[in-house]
């Protein structure tokens, strides 16, 4: 608990010392990233021992209303997601450092407006703007995760919500992170509203704002399914589930990628936390339906997230959109806990919430790897469009590496990280047939079958972003001559990378570290998934299904290395040349396969998923056919024009009716003002 | 103890066995379509010839290959390996099935997948991204099917070790299971268009219009290529091999006598003869399909498996 406090008192100091970065830069460079280092160690501590002791520690503490003392609270669940957070902040503690610069020497503002081509004026940024609510954002963080009761998760959770939302705006200089940032801060505002609702649902019956007492109250079915349904669309809004998703890739991409990292890395855990708080611990035992919903709706998530990240052409766009598709995974795992722990079988339950609690834990780790590295490559080319990048993996052969390894475990490759989860999360499916409602043995499947097209499909966008901007040639001259990122960059991105592979290799010891929380969340005894020792994974049972990571590890090393070696006896010339040009001569960069292109057979089979405008014109009077043709694409989401702008607009016919009884005169506003109180009084008595 | 060492011993010869035996099915495959097809046969052994001429040839690489073009070829002969090893051949208690089940097996294909279309980029040709993106375009198809229809096994044994699944499906008798059609037909079709044949694709020919696999390999050479080769004969087999012994099991050996073990060899090498037939008459009958034609098929063929696990759901589980 000291340790939390600690990190919690650290990022906010963090923050303070960074006011005096505009007069004082190294202030920013030096002090308050060391300081928010600090911070992520101590919430690391505080999270592992959180996690090894087993145990709940609670404190209140004497702020707040006169009525409600602050209560906060440590236990496995917020040990978990606090060390989450940890390695992510000392990540982006060791990176910050070396990414800031751009913004000190204020020369370049990256420039991604797709339109105007013209070199943008050199623009100032303000480094105290940056450092401090870097650190109010990280405090805020931290605070979810230890508050006890609604008040303070409230508070903790606006706080993360507005400093996240100054620093997406941050560089405000371009009108698309304005309005991100704006539909960011609509968007998080409404959420936040639909939790303090679900809150009052509990605290209605519990009559308390107190978790302790929510956990006690008992609330009618109905009501109970009100308070998820509210919890799931407040909790899911800021995770970014379809389709409340929307602002989730206009918001993340427009913040400095370090914060880009923390939004996606660990933010979207936050609101996980939130909703496995709400649901699995406050709320009781859950029902069927909740599951069924959310495991349909986390497998539309991860699905159509994934059919829009494919055809992003923006790194960080492409990034955030996979985000989604992850937390459709995660909310798959919770779904499926639910309805296993609903229908009676809480092991099996608990295979699937370990599931998603192991998921998270590698999004946080290898999202926030990839953001950093996309983070790497803008701030040594300024381009995140993929289709002017290339070749990268001669230029910045460490990041390339880093990147690498974050593209494999995102795609869900053995023997990294992400598979481990995903084994998971099917495993728990495949374990269908111990129900008996007819309609969840049929759906589960089918949502299996669409988790694995999920993830193929994840391997093609990966494939397409690192060869794209990693490999082949570079498409444009300063991307030819970039160079590698400093060394304190290179180590946080080495760090991550390291931590994919761990968590791949050792997936029983992560476990044993992760079974308190599922244990205490479900009051089972201790779990069955290493019954086999550390070496063996057997999350239902070792006749059910085994897994060995060490032992993959071990076999794939040493066939490559026999074969390296067999073939490698004798020693042979290696002779360079010209590849295949077909007889033509004179290979390009341009004549490389695009990410556009790239995209483009999945285009056709995924059709109707996106909306796609397509054009291709001759201008008149070019008689060269070859050179003369321009081809544009538009492709956005449908989520855009079917669900917001009709909202949108009906806010803005309201705004306007409402407009109405606003006449400017004063005598008018003090009536409106006498009645309302008349009317509330009424009320009341 | 002993008896657990055999096990393994017996798991090491048969990854041997199956990384030998692939080039001779590659090659008894050829011969058949070449006879079917009245043309002068090449000999069984040729595909050991090729392997040998290019193991002894020296590497020509692209000027701009970075390490990744190199280190592909081992990794996706290793994962390749790795996958053999895990699918039973001749003896059903295979230890090594422990260590990764079916949906490893898919992540290891995945991982070579990766790692191939990787490499066809980054030469940066036209050719390499082209058969990347398609490659990863059916790939994305084919792998949920493939997974869906191994699916249909592993719940009717409730298990997805393979070596477990299959002695289920063996002492379970002759039962007619309607969900194992479905899985049958929808993993032919996967593949068919997982190892590169008609109608999918056809390495035979170098045309742009026509190439997927061979568009990424294009820049290889020597024993690079021949890695890569290898590795796509291994996951031909392993295919094979997975037909074979889930839907006929029959006949593989469940003890380690040498009686049993000879069986079990003969009894595989008849299955994969009797597939190789039948895959060279769909080959010689069929023609090529236009590459946009190529997600209907696949698309079919992981419907056929999605109605293969429902109905084992549905009709085959008691309540």
Not at chain 1, 211 to 225: G, I, K
């Amino acid at each position: 608990m000291m340790l939390a406090y600690a990190a919690v008192v650290a990022a906010l100091l963090s923050g303070a010392v960074a006011m005096a970065a505009d007069r004082f830069p190294p202030a920013l460079r030096i002090g308050s990233f060391s300081l928010l280092g600090v911070s992520g160690a101590a919430a690391l501590g505080a999270g592992i021992l959180a996690l090894l002791s087993d145990s709940r520690s609670r404190a209140q503490l004497p702020f707040g209303l006169p009525w409600l003392s602050w209560h906060l609270r440590l236990d496995p669940l917020s040990g978990l997601f606090m060390a989450m957070v940890g390695i992510s902040v000392i990540a982006v503690s060791l990176y910050g450092p070396g990414y800031v610069r751009e913004f000190e020497r204020g020369v370049h503002t990256p420039h991604h407006a797709p339109s105007d081509g013209a070199p943008q004026p050199a623009v100032h940024h303000s480094l105290a703007a940056l450092g401090l609510f870097t650190g109010l954002f990280v405090a805020g963080m931290l605070a979810v995760l230890l508050a006890d009761d609604a008040f303070v998760f409230m508070i903790a959770w606006e706080i993360m919500s507005v400093s996240s939302y100054l620093l997406v705006v941050y560089q405000h200089h371009n009108s698309t992170s304005r309005q991100a940032a704006f539909i960011y801060l609509l968007l998080a505002h409404a959420g936040a509203l639909v939790i303090l609702l679900a809150f009052g649902v509990l605290a209605g019956s519990a009559g308390s704002f107190t978790f302790a007492a929510m956990r006690t109250a008992h609330l009618s079915p109905v009501w109970a399914s009100v308070a998820f349904a509210l919890a799931l669309i407040g909790f899911g809004m800021k995770a970014g589930i379809v389709p409340l998703h929307v602002w989730l890739p206009e918001a993340h991409p427009a913040a400095p990628s370090h914060i880009s990292a923390l939004m996606s890395g660990v933010m979207i855990k936050v609101a996980i936390y939130g909703l496995i708080r709400f649901v699995f611990d406050l709320l009781g035992t859950p029902q069927w339906s909740w599951g069924l919903a959310t495991l349909t709706i986390g497998t539309a998530t991860a699905l159509l997230a994934v059919l829009y990240a494919v055809q992003q052409n923006d790194f960080k766009r492409l990034l955030a959109y996979s985000s989604v598709e992850n937390v459709g995974i995660i909310f798959m795992g919770l779904g499926l806990g639910m309805i296993f722990i609903a229908t009676g079988h809480p092991t099996i339950g608990a295979v699937a919430l370990l599931a998603a609690l192991y998921h998270c834990l590698n999004h946080s780790v290898f999202k926030t790897l990839l953001f950093l590295g996309a983070g790497a490559v803008l701030y040594r080319t300024h381009e995140r469009d993929l289709d002017r990048l290339g070749g990268l993996i001669r230029r910045m052969p460490h990041t390339a590496l880093f990147m690498l390894i974050g593209c494999l475990a995102i795609s869900g490759l053995p023997p990294l990280n992400g598979f481990v989860s995903e084994w998971l999360t099917l495993q728990a499916a495949l374990q269908v047939s111990v129900l008996s409602s007819g309609v969840l043995r049929s759906i589960i499947p089918v949502a299996a079958a669409l988790l694995a097209l999920t993830t193929a499909i994840v391997t093609a966008t990966f494939v397409k972003a690192y060869g794209v901007a990693f490999l082949g040639q570079a498409r444009t001259r300063h991307v030819a001559h970039a160079r590698e990122v400093s060394i304190g960059m290179r180590a946080a991105m080495a760090l991550l990378a390291l931590l994919c592979v761990a968590l791949g290799v050792v997936p029983t010891l992560v476990i044993r570290l992760i079974n308190p929380v599922t244990r205490n969340l479900l009051h089972l005894g201790p779990a069955g998934a290493t019954v086999r020792g550390w070496l063996w994974l057997t999350p239902v049972s070792p006749h059910v299904a085994s897994y060995s990571a060490p032992l993959v590890v071990a076999a794939m090393a040493s066939t490559l290395l026999l074969a390296y070696v067999l073939l490698h006896l004798r020693r042979r010339a290696t002779r360079r040349s010209q590849p295949w040009d077909c007889g033509f001569g004179g290979l390009n960069a341009r004549m490389q396969y695009t990410s556009t292109a790239f995209s483009q057979p999945l285009r056709r089979v995924f059709a109707p998923v996106w909306r796609t405008e397509e054009q291709v014109s001759l201008p008149a009077g070019s008689a060269d056919q070859a050179s003369g043709m321009r081809h544009q694409l538009h492709i956005t989401d449908w989520s855009w024009p079917a669900l917001y702008q009709p909202v949108g607009h009906l806010v803005l016919v309201a705004a306007r009716r409402v407009g109405r009884i606003q006449t400017g005169s004063i005598r008018v506003y003090l009536a409106y003002s006498f009645f309302t109180l008349l009317l509330l009084l009424w009320l009341i008595t | 103890m002993v008896d657990n060492l055999n096990a393994w011993l017996d798991s090491a010869l048969q990854t041997l066995l199956f990384i030998a035996g692939a080039p001779l099915l590659a090659g008894w495959i050829k011969r058949l379509k070449c006879h079917l097809q009245n043309r002068a046969a090449p000999s069984l052994f040729q595909p050991y010839r090729d392997l040998v001429k290019l193991f002894a040839k020296d590497v020509v690489l692209a000027e701009h290959a970075s390490w990744l073009f190199r280190a592909a070829p081992y990794i996706v002969f290793g994962a390749m390996v790795l996958s053999a090893a895990v699918v039973p051949l001749v003896a059903v208690p295979l230890p090594a099935s422990a260590i990764a089940d079916v949906i490893v097996l898919a992540g290891f294909f995945a991982l070579a997948r990766f790692f191939q279309a990787l490499a066809g980029m980054d030469i940066g040709t036209a050719f390499g991204g082209m058969g990347a993106s398609r490659e990863m375009t059916v790939a994305s198809l084919a792998e949920p099917a493939m997974l869906m229809a191994v699916f249909t096994l592993t719940m009717t044994a409730s298990t997805t070790n393979l070596s477990i699944a299959i002695r289920h499906i063996l002492a379970a008798g002759l039962v007619l299971r309607p969900s194992f059609l479905f899985a049958l037909l929808s993993l032919a079709m996967v593949t068919v268009a997982e190892t590169g044949h008609i109608p999918v694709d056809n390495p035979a020919t170098h045309l742009e219009l026509t190439m997927l696999h061979e568009a990424m390999v294009l820049e290889y050479s020597a024993r690079h290529l021949a890695l890569m080769e290898w590795a796509s004969m291994i996951k031909l087999m392993i295919y094979a091999v997975l037909i074979s012994n889930i839907f006929l099991p029959w006949g593989i050996a469940s003890r380690f006598t040498v009686a049993a073990i000879t069986v079990g060899t003969l009894a595989v090498t008849a299955k994969l003869a009797l597939l190789s037939v039948l895959l060279a008459l769909w080959e010689t009958v069929l023609a090529k399909m236009r590459l946009f034609r190529v997600p209907q098929f696949l698309g079919f063929a992981f419907l056929l498996a999605l109605l293969g696990v429902l109905t084992h759901v549905i009709l085959e589980t008691a309540v």
